[in-house]
């Protein structure tokens, strides 16, 4: 069956980072695009960033456009998301997910399989 497993959260201070990984299988993960999503307390699911089954294409959430870089090793059926100059505002669990169809990034409802989430806390 399909398995996303994330890790790397924890806790960071304003203008830290972290590098989240998430582990995937049950699925050709080369054939997939992936994304990253977050969930603030009190608020809905955010998505955060996305990347192309190859690699080719990367695309991130206004919010986080140029602090945040996702990237993916298909030998390692992992992708990652490099988190830089953290934020309180990022403070949230973050999720993978497998990207099943071929509509927008943001529209959550193009992932079918979502991990369970790693949680990160930005304060200091």
């Known amino acids: 069956q399909v398995q996303l497993v994330e890790s790397g959260g924890g806790l960071a201070q304003p203008g830290g980072s972290l590098r989240l990984s998430c582990v995937a299988s049950?699925?050709?993960?080369?054939?997939?695009?992936m994304s990253w999503a977050r969930q603030a307390p009190g608020k809905g699911l955010e998505w955060v960033s996305g990347?192309?089954?190859?690699?080719?294409?990367?695309y991130y959430a206004d919010s986080v456009k140029g602090r945040f870089t996702i990237s993916r090793d298909n030998a390692k059926n992992t992708v990652y998301l490099q988190m830089n100059s953290l934020k309180p505002e990022d403070t949230a669990k973050y999720y993978c997910?497998?990207?099943?169809?071929?509509?927008?990034?943001?529209?959550?409802?193009?992932?079918?399989?979502w991990g369970q989430g790693t949680q990160v806390t930005v304060s200091s």
């Open positions: 997910a497998k990207k099943e169809y071929g509509g927008a990034w943001d529209r959550l409802e193009e992932y079918d399989y």
């Open positions: 990347i192309y089954a190859d690699g080719s294409g990367t």
């Open positions: 049950g699925f050709v993960f080369s054939a997939y695009a």
